[in-house]
């Protein structure tokens, strides 16, 4: 088992520590259920103890037609038919940053299956900036409280018998959050499949130089570690849509920060390319909502629900 941890990082090591244990035992290894949104390219997933009915759901999906403004519970209900299939029972709904490429599912999910609404202490910070853009006015908590819990760096947690910990890794925001659980790690946009690299880093908060750090601290993992994504673009010699991959496959093989590549080339990369990616299509319903938890706004007088979009704002 190939690792190369910095001492000075203790979470990392106490990831590693949990991954190994998990290597070593069965009972101690995720069982993952992936659920894969073509119209966002997002993947959710279920992860479940297998000694006990305890899961966790992380970045769940409610669709979003733009064009009508209708939202669709479908990959929010396909997670909520597997889970009652099951007979699972949920006790975390986590969110591993302020997606801006879709509408979290979380509070439709968390009234029908329960568990608490989780998501990385630093979204206040996407709450200052967002709630700004948005002119979201006094009347929008910019603390966080629109969630159940704020993982902090290094946090323990548990689903079921299943060890976790949180660690932060900024960089595409200043909020994101892996988690490892197990021997498999939930990386949100930090990574993509080695074969399309990394997260862009362009939207407010974000810098490339602190996702490379962010990246290293990932890749200081145990090179068995599972690798499970939240999103894949398909790269161009791809037919076939994958979201799991290794801490290994990644040192070697990701066209972006493999093993060798400078802090310095990395950013000036990952800087040129951004410079050419327009908008992703839903960045402001989504964030808009994220920030809030999922929660959509609450109807006018008129019963209906209305989203803010500023005008040459962004």
Same mark, same amino acid.
Do not use: K, M, Q, W
């Given at each position: 088992m190939s690792q190369s941890i910095t001492p000075a990082d203790p979470a990392v090591v106490e990831a590693a520590a949990i991954i190994g244990r998990a290597l070593a035992a069965t009972a101690k290894r995720p069982i993952v259920k992936a659920f894969f949104d073509e119209a966002t390219f997002t993947v959710s997933y279920v992860v479940r103890d297998p000694g006990s009915r305890a899961c966790a759901i992380i970045d769940s999906v409610l669709d979003y037609d733009a064009a009508s403004g209708r939202t669709s519970e479908g990959p929010a209900q396909a997670v909520i038919d597997y889970v009652r299939a099951e007979d699972l029972e949920v006790v975390w709904q986590i969110e591993t940053h302020a997606h801006a490429d879709h509408l979290s599912a979380a509070p439709l999910l968390q009234a029908a299956l329960g568990g608490r609404l989780a998501i990385g202490e630093r979204i206040v910070k996407v709450q200052d900036t967002f709630g700004k853009l948005f002119n979201a006015g006094a009347e929008f908590a910019r603390d966080g409280s629109q969630f159940d819990h704020l993982f902090s760096?290094? +946090?323990?947690y548990a689903i079921g018998g299943l060890e976790a910990i949180a660690l932060h890794v900024p960089g595409h925001t200043p909020a994101c959050m892996? $988690?490892?659980i197990g021997d498999a790690v939930f990386v949100g946009d930090t990574l993509f499949m080695? /074969?399309?690299g990394t997260a862009r880093? /362009?939207?407010?908060g974000g810098d490339a130089g602190t996702l490379y750090d962010s990246i290293q601290r990932l890749l200081a993992l145990p090179d068995e570690t599972r690798v499970f994504l939240c999103h894949d673009y398909l790269a161009p010699d791809r037919t076939t849509f994958v979201w799991?991959?290794?801490?290994a496959a990644q040192r070697a093989d990701n066209v972006h920060v493999h093993a060798g590549v400078s802090r310095a080339d990395f950013i000036a990369l990952r800087e040129a390319r951004d410079r050419t990616l327009a908008m992703p299509r839903l960045i402001l319903p989504s964030v808009q909502v994220n920030m809030r938890g *999922? $929660?959509?706004?609450?109807? +006018? /007088?008129? *019963?209906v629900r209305y989203l803010k979009i500023p005008l040459n704002a962004v």
């Open positions: 760096e290094g +946090e323990r892996a $988690h490892v080695p /074969d399309y880093c /362009d939207f407010p799991e991959t290794s801490i *999922g $929660h959509l706004p609450e109807p +006018e /007088d008129n *019963g």
